[in-house]
Nanobody, 115 residues
């Protein structure tokens, strides 16, 4: 059974940085896409960043140039380095993985950016 556990959320001032981590378990993940989505109150869940097997990262328009996604296949981890945070980045951030056409989600971690 695939399980995803996020960590690293919290409260930060605008302009600050946070690093999110996601630990995956249940199978080998080196060849499957992983990433991050987020959902703010009253809004739909949307793309933050995804990455395939350590290459070809893709970012949502609003985080391009500020966030960096990376992964450690040996440890089945995916990370999100968030710099220059803005109040609009406030949301619950969810780790995501797609295995054999099925999507799996973590429980989410809250990121709050104070202005």
């Amino acid at each position: 059974q695939v399980q995803l556990v996020e960590s690293g959320g919290g409260l930060v001032q605008a302009g600050g940085s946070l690093r999110l981590s996601c630990a995956a378990s249940g199978r080998t993940f080196s060849s499957v896409p992983m990433g991050w989505y987020r959902q703010a109150p009253g809004k739909e869940r949307g793309l933050v960043a995804t990455i395939r097997s350590g290459r070809d990262p893709r970012y949502g328009d609003s985080v391009q140039g500020r966030f960096t996604i990376s992964r450690d296949n040996a440890r089945s981890m995916v990370y999100l380095q968030m710099n220059s945070l803005k109040a609009d980045d406030t949301a619950v951030y969810y780790c995501w993985i797609r295995v054999e056409s099925q999507d799996y989600w973590g429980q989410g971690t809250q990121v709050t950016v104070s202005s």
